[in-house]
């Protein structure tokens, strides 16, 4: 296990029971859908809706055998215990689904290729499940079961990767301009031609888009 996923866990203990407790992506999609929204998501979990805590958990749990077990435990509890034993724990949970990065931002989620361009939480999900099995190649089970946080850093790694061995435009362009130095410069206004434009090529090209 990574340390990046040790820090996306929550444990929910009760009697013997314990419960590892996970903001995976299939989970955010899942909850974020129930009340058409995370914001409707959060005002049944203000009111400490038995059903919805219930939902939380048995979405995010890492073993559901665990979860029902711990479920079961809290049946016929006042509720004051059960919200004693579960609210805590759910609220690090959501802070974690509404904020993985930590960082302050708005009602929507940020663009996990980070165009600038902001999208909603149900696009975010739906753009991060594409990375995880088309950019990243993971199984469709692999995705699911990771976090945005997981997958937003590995699609980082990727892109990394990517750059260090195809470089990128910037390095080109800027390899380019660097081969014209004035001296180069100079012995192009002597010929009255780049020599390292291929002129044949142009004209070969030409040939055929005008055939």
Known sequence: MTPLARLEEVTVRHGGHVVTLRPTLRAAMTLERLYNGWSGFLLHFDQFHLSTVQ????ASAVSHVAAEALLSSLEGKPLKQIKATLEGPC?????MFLNPT???QGQG???PKQTGKAL?????YAELYQIGTGWLGWTPQDAWNATPTEIAAAFTGKLAMLKVIHGSA???ASKSAADYTPERLNEIEELGHDPAFDRNGLQGLKAKLNA
């Open 170 to 172: 910037e390095e080109e």
């Open 91 to 95: 609220v690090a949970l959501l802070s």
């Open 102 to 104: 930590g960082e302050e």
């Open 120 to 124: 909603s939480w149900s696009d975010a």
């Open 55 to 58: 939902t939380l958990i048995r």
């Open 109 to 111: 989620a940020q663009n």
